[in-house]
C-alpha cells in the first residue's frame, strides 16, 4: 500500500544561507512536520524510498549512502543500473560531511570540493534546477554508493529549490539518489497522481507538495571537461548557463549526440533508453527554422490534416486523436478544418492547450502528454513543437524522445 501524504511547501521556512551551512528549516504546519520526519526516518533507517516534490519533477529518492536504497530505486521504476543517477544534497556542508566525509570544512574552505569552474554558476542557480559533475571521492573516503555512479569517475549532484525536497533531505541528513519518479520510459511526474499511477504498492510513501513549477528535469553540466559541456538541456536554458558561467562557459557546447554504438559508453547514458514515452503513438510536428518558409495558418491546417489522413491509413484502429498546441494552430481553424471535416467525422478529438511561452510550455507538458495518454486514452498524439531557443531547446529534447522517430517537419 503506498501512503499520499500531503505537505504544504509554504509553511517550510529556510534561512537564506541554509544551502550553504546546512541550518535546518522552521515547519510551522504540524501535518507537513509529521509527513517530513516519517519519510526522512525511511531515508535514513531503511532500504526503502520515498516520492517527493522538487521544482522540476517528482523524484524517487533512497539513500545515496547505502546500495540497497539505490537497488530499491532501479527496482520500483524497473530502470536498468547503468544509468546513473543524481545525488540530491540540502547543503554545500552536508555534501562535504556526507559525500566527501570532511567535516571539517568551513569559511572559505567550504567549497574546496567543488572545482571553481562551477563556481559562478552555483552562487547564482542553487539551490535550483542545475546538476553539476564532481569526480567521484575514493571509496576509502566515500560512503557513496557505487550504484548511484554506474561506474563512471564522475557523479552527479544538485541542491534542488523545492523546500519540500530541501526538508526532506536536512532532516534525514542523507544525501538522496533520486531519478524521476515515473515507472522507466513513461513521461517524468509533475504531479503526485502521476507517481502514484506509476509506482503505487511498489513504494511505502508519496509526500504530496503540489503541481512542480519548472516541468522538465534540471540541467545538467560537466565542467570537467575541455570544452565544457551541456549534457542535458533542462530547468536552466543554455543562454542562462553561458551568461550566469563566467567566461568558461562562454564555450559550452552541446551534447547533442542522439543516439549510440552497442558497447559505446556514453557521457549521459540516459540517451540510450526509450523515453518519455505515452503509450499512444506521439508525432511531433518540428517547426521549419527562421526564414525557411513558415506555413501560413491555412497551409498548415491541409497539411496536419493530410498527416491524420497517412497515419489513418495505416492504422484503422486509431478512433481518438489528441492535438497538443502551443503557439501557431488556432482552435477556430482546428475546429473548421479538422473536426468538422467530413472524413473524420467518426474521430473524437482532443485539443490540449501547451501555453504561450515556452515557459508554460515547459511547465504543461509531461502533464499534458499523460493527460491525454492515461485519462482520455487517445491512441494517436500529435504535438505541435516550437524553436529550440531559451526553453525549447528543453522542451523538443523531451518531445524529440516521447516521439521517437516520428518527427515532421511542419
Ligand atoms: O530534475 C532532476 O534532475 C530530477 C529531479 C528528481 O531532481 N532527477 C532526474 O534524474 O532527472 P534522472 O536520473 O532521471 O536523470 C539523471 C540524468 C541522466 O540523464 C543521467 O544519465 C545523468 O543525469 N547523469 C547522472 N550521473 C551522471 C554522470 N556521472 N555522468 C553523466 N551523466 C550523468
Ligand atoms: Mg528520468
Not at 111 to 138: C, E
Not at 324 to 330: A, D, P, Q
Not at 368 to 390: C, P, Q, S
Request: include cysteine.
Amino acid at each position: 500500500d503506498t501512503k499520499i501524504l500531503k505537505v504544504n511547501p509554504l509553511s517550510i521556512i529556510f534561512s537564506p544561507d541554509a544551502h550553504i551551512d546546512g541550518s535546518l528549516p522552521t515547519i510551522t504546519d504540524p501535518e507537513t512536520e509529521a509527513a517530513l520526519v516519517e519519510a526522512a526516518r525511511i531515508i535514513r533507517d531503511t532500504d526503502e524510498t520515498v516520492a517527493f516534490p522538487t521544482e522540476t519533477v517528482y523524484g524517487l529518492g533512497g539513500s545515496a549512502l547505502n546500495d540497497n536504497s539505490v537497488l530499491s530505486i532501479y527496482k520500483a521504476k524497473n530502470r536498468p543500473s547503468d544509468n546513473p543517477l543524481i545525488t540530491h544534497v540540502s547543503s554545500i556542508d552536508q555534501l562535504n560531511r556526507k559525500v566527501f566525509n570532511q567535516p571539517h570544512l568551513s569559511g572559505t574552505s567550504l567549497f574546496d570540493n567543488i572545482p571553481s569552474i562551477y563556481r559562478p554558476l552555483i552562487s547564482s542557480l542553487w539551490p535550483g534546477p542545475l546538476t553539476i559533475l564532481l569526480p567521484v571521492p575514493s571509496s576509502e573516503h566515500s560512503a557513496l554508493s557505487k550504484l548511484t555512479t554506474a561506474d563512471q569517475p564522475t557523479f552527479a549532484v544538485r541542491i534542488p529549490a523545492n523546500p519540500v525536497a530541501r526538508a526532506l533531505i536536512a532532516l534525514s541528513d542523507t544525501p538522496i539518489a533520486a531519478p524521476s519518479a515515473n515507472a522507466s520510459t513513461r513521461p517524468s511526474p509533475t504531479l503526485a497522481s502521476h507517481v502514484y499511477h506509476d509506482l503505487k504498492d511498489k513504494i511505502p510513501i508519496i509526500l504530496d507538495g503540489g503541481a512542480c513549477k519548472v516541468g522538465v528535469e534540471s540541467t545538467v553540466v560537466d565542467g570537467l571537461c575541455n570544452p565544457p559541456m551541456l549534457l542535458r538541456p533542462g530547468g536552466f536554458t543554455y543562454e542562462e548557463i553561458v551568461k550566469l558561467g563566467g567566461e568558461a562557459w562562454s564555450l559550452c557546447k552541446v551534447e547533442n549526440k542522439k543516439t549510440v554504438e552497442k558497447g559505446e559508453k556514453v557521457r549521459t547514458p540516459g540517451m540510450k533508453y526509450r523515453h518519455y514515452s505515452p503509450s499512444a503513438k506521439v508525432v511531433l510536428l518540428v517547426p521549419h527554422c527562421e526564414g525557411d518558409g513558415i506555413l501560413k495558418g491555412a497551409d498548415r491546417m491541409e497539411r496536419l490534416k493530410r498527416l491524420i489522413e497517412t497515419e489513418l491509413k495505416a492504422n484503422r484502429n486509431i478512433k481518438k486523436i489528441a492535438i497538443l498546441t502551443s503557439l501557431k494552430l488556432r482552435d477556430s481553424d482546428l475546429q473548421s478544418k479538422i473536426f468538422n471535416e467530413p472524413d473524420f467525422s467518426s474521430k473524437t478529438f482532443i485539443i490540449e492547450r501547451l501555453g504561450q511561452s515556452g515557459e508554460e510550455i515547459q511547465t504543461n507538458l509531461f502533464a499534458a502528454l499523460r493527460k491525454v495518454d492515461e485519462n482520455d486514452k487517445v491512441d494517436l498524439i500529435f504535438v505541435e513543437g516550437i524553436n529550440e531557443e531559451g526553453e525549447g531547446l528543453a522542451v523538443m529534447n523531451r518531445l524529440r524522445k516521447a516521439a521517437a522517430n516520428n518527427c515532421i517537419q511542419f
